[in-house]
C-alpha cells in the first residue's frame, strides 16, 4: 500500500502522500501531493488473472506478446509486425506521461495533474 494506491510486484513505494511507486533504488520526488492533485493509480491485475501486460495492452491466456510498443499479441508461432507505436501521453524528459498528467519537472521525468504541485529539484 502506498498512500491511495498499492505498488505492483517489483515496485516500492517512494511517496505515500502521491502514490508514487519506482523500482528499488530509483530516486523519487518528495513534493507533497493532496487530495485535489492525486497520483494516477497503479492498476494491478487480478491473482486468478491469466493475463500479461503487452506496453498498454494486456494478452489474454495461449497468445504472447509479439509487439510491445503496440500492444500487440499473438498466438504462439504467428507472424507480428515491427511497427513502433509511440505513447500517446507527452515526454518528460526520459519518460511519457500518462494520460490526464503534464510534464511538471523535465529533468527527473515527473508529471503530474494540470493544477498539482510540483518539486523543483534537479535531476541529472
Do not use: H, Y
Request: hydrophobic fraction near 20%.
Amino acid at each position: 500500500k502506498c498512500g491511495d494506491t498499492i505498488c505492483q510486484a517489483g515496485l516500492t513505494c517512494c511517496n505515500p502522500s502521491c502514490g508514487i511507486c519506482v523500482k528499488p533504488g530509483m530516486k523519487c520526488t518528495m513534493q507533497a501531493c493532496t487530495k485535489s492533485s492525486p497520483a494516477p493509480p497503479v492498476v494491478t491485475p487480478r491473482e486468478d488473472d491469466k493475463t500479461t501486460q503487452c506496453g498498454p495492452a494486456r494478452c489474454k491466456e495461449g497468445t504472447e506478446c509479439c509487439n510491445e510498443s503496440c500492444g500487440i499479441c499473438v498466438e504462439p508461432g504467428n507472424g507480428c509486425t515491427k511497427q513502433l507505436c509511440l505513447p500517446a501521453g507527452e515526454v518528460c524528459g526520459n519518460k511519457v506521461c500518462a494520460e490526464g498528467l503534464v510534464c511538471c519537472n523535465e529533468s527527473c521525468g515527473l508529471c503530474a495533474p494540470p493544477d498539482g504541485g510540483c518539486t523543483m529539484q534537479l535531476c541529472l
